[in-house]
């Protein structure tokens, strides 16, 4: 299966008010940052601006069709649309969203650990979680099931009532196709955090498709860290994490 064509962009970069400076950063992520800017419909937005790399117009086409197929539910954040925009004489795509005026899961858990937050909370946010994960492992469209591949607390937001959705779909693909996990030169993997990732996915062998199971392998872990309020893996570096995730994998 061809990977899809950028489209033609359908948001008006004139009717998009958002400084690209350091006081609007909502997020940084390793394929994108993301700024808080205004809109004149849709209010407070965030637009996503998407790094330079060789493979760009790729990876925004694969996220701008992801966001369409899923977009205008309760369990991903909503897409308004794409533009380009110059940032430093580059032009950058850049997608506009939902604004999450609540943060994300992971500020929600750390921020400040005095505050208690009940179990009924985090029963409710886990809920949440296992739906929109559904909800993306189902058949949309008649196309095939999305595995996000990337689920940790920063890429899950928060409304203003304190419900939870995905977001970020950048690393995400469909689970019948023969995308797979991207790695750089130094045999990296780019845009996933390692200490949410499936063990399988250390193993090298990436050019089968992602399956939903890698989806569920982060759940667990993200149910775990609303329970206890603990980073995973926090005194284990890179290397030590990778060697036993492949060795627990392979026994």
Same mark, same amino acid.
């Given at each position: 299966?061809?990977?899809?064509?950028?489209?033609?962009?359908?948001?008006?970069?004139?009717?998009?008010?958002?400084?690209?400076?350091?006081?609007?950063?909502?997020?940084?992520?390793?394929? %994108?940052?993301?700024?808080? /800017?205004?809109? /004149?419909?849709?209010?407070?937005? %965030?637009?996503?601006?998407?790094?330079?790399?060789?493979?760009?117009?790729?990876?925004?086409?694969?996220?701008?069709?992801?966001?369409?197929?899923?977009?205008?539910?309760?369990?991903?954040?909503?897409?308004?649309?794409?533009?380009?925009?110059?940032?430093?004489?580059?032009?950058? @795509?850049? #997608?506009?969203?939902?604004?999450?005026?609540?943060?994300? $899961?992971?500020?929600?858990?750390?921020?400040?650990?005095?505050?208690?937050? @009940? #179990?009924?909370?985090?029963?409710?946010?886990?809920?949440?979680?296992?739906?929109?994960?559904?909800? $993306?492992?189902?058949?949309?469209?008649?196309?095939?099931?999305?595995?996000?591949?990337?689920?940790? &607390?920063?890429?899950?937001?928060?409304?203003?009532?304190?419900?939870?959705?995905?977001?970020?779909?950048?690393?995400?693909?469909?689970?019948?196709?023969?995308?797979?996990?991207?790695?750089?030169?130094?045999?990296?993997?780019?845009?996933?955090?390692?200490? !949410?990732?499936? &063990?399988?996915?250390?193993?090298?062998?990436?050019?089968?498709? &992602?399956? &939903?199971?890698?989806? #569920?392998?982060?759940?667990?872990?993200?149910?775990?860290?609303?329970?206890?309020?603990?980073?995973? !893996?926090?005194? %284990?570096? /890179?290397?030590?994490?990778?060697?036993?995730?492949?060795?627990?994998? %392979?026994?």
């Amino acid at each position: 299966m061809s990977s899809p064509m950028l489209c033609t962009p359908n948001f008006n970069i004139d009717s998009l008010k958002c400084k690209l400076d350091s006081s609007c950063i909502l997020g940084i992520g390793g394929s %994108a940052i993301t700024f808080k /800017g205004l809109h /004149g419909i849709f209010g407070e937005v %965030a637009a996503k601006v998407l790094a330079y790399n060789k493979d760009l117009d790729t990876t925004a086409a694969n996220e701008i069709d992801l966001l369409s197929t899923v977009n205008a539910n309760s369990f991903v954040v909503n897409f308004y649309g794409w533009c380009m925009m110059k940032r430093a004489g580059i032009k950058h @795509p850049v #997608i506009v969203m939902e604004y999450m005026a609540g943060g994300s $899961l992971h500020q929600l858990l750390y921020r400040d650990l005095a505050i208690k937050l @009940p #179990i009924h909370f985090k029963n409710r946010l886990i809920k949440e979680l296992a739906g929109a994960i559904n909800f $993306l492992h189902s058949k949309l469209k008649n196309k095939n099931p999305i595995v996000h591949c990337d689920l940790k &607390p920063q890429n899950l937001l928060l409304t203003m009532e304190m419900h939870l959705k995905v977001s970020d779909l950048g690393s995400a693909a469909r689970s019948s196709t023969t995308e797979h996990i991207q790695k750089d030169k130094d045999d990296n993997f780019l845009y996933i955090t390692h200490r !949410y990732c499936a &063990p399988e996915l250390f193993t090298g062998n990436l050019n089968k498709r &992602p399956l &939903p199971q890698v989806d #569920i392998y982060s759940f667990g872990i993200i149910l775990w860290e609303i329970m206890v309020r603990e980073e995973p !893996y926090r005194y %284990a570096n /890179g290397g030590d994490f990778i060697q036993h995730a492949v060795k627990n994998h %392979a026994n």
